[in-house]
């Protein structure tokens, strides 16, 4: 993924000279059950979102990216940056913040927001399988009416005092590997007997 703050959005399928052909997400979802939805908002740094692709693939996790994004989703730009598992990502993409939720649907009691102007740890949230994680982007974090309109579901890593924040990115998996130790111990996530994890198996019981 090419860096490219200024570039114009095109929609996924759109060839350009340049780039080469932009990528389209899967049709259908890959995953059945996801273990978790990690949602993207205006992420700008394409090295931290192609982690997280990576992250989202090996733990079972759909990613949502809400544009504008600060970077080409390309097959070009992908090939260079040696994303090869981005074909086995479960992944889907929204215009703008108003089409995430009402295409997901938007459930607050569902979603978790993250940042750090929250005194609420991650560790003490009551996570459960199919929850959407919420990341605002590398600069600026999330909108302020969005923190302000859901106080209960914002939470926090926490950080050494003085300590200003984490590579997304790495808050990313802390999240997610938080989440699936919490499944584990529900019961709602499953390991193969080398310790792997099962991905796409089915919950025992889907939450509502």
């Known amino acids: 993924m090419a860096s490219n703050p ?6 996924a399928n759109a060839p350009t000279e340049s780039a080469g052909a932009f990528l389209s997400p899967p049709p259908e979802p890959i995953l059945r059950a996801p273990h978790f939805h990690v949602v993207l908002h205006k992420p700008e740094i394409p090295n931290n979102t192609g982690n997280i692709g990576r992250t989202c693939v090996a733990t079972g996790c759909r990613l949502h990216l809400i544009h504008p994004l600060g970077f080409e989703l390309s097959e070009k730009a992908c090939r260079r940056a040696g994303l090869d ?3 086995r990502l479960d992944w889907t993409e929204h215009a703008d913040w108003n089409a995430y939720t009402t295409r997901a649907p938007f459930n607050p009691a569902r979603t978790w927001i993250l940042s750090t102007k ?4 991650v560790f003490d949230a009551p996570l459960r399988r199919g929850d959407h994680l919420l990341f605002g982007s590398e600069s ?3 909108p302020p009416e969005i923190l302000a309109a859901h106080p209960d579901r914002v939470l926090t890593l926490p950080l050494a005092v003085g300590e200003r924040s984490l590579n997304l990115a790495t808050a990313v998996c802390a999240v997610v590997y938080e989440g699936l130790r919490q499944l584990r111990a529900s019961n709602d996530c499953r390991f193969s007997p080398d310790g792997r994890l099962i ?6 019981a889907q939450p509502t």
């Open 6 to 11: 200024n570039a114009p959005q095109h929609p």
């Open 85 to 87: 598992y981005w074909p």
């Open 118 to 121: 929250s005194k609420n740890s």
């Open 140 to 142: 600026r974090g999330l």
């Open 199 to 204: 991905v796409d198996a089915e919950p025992h």
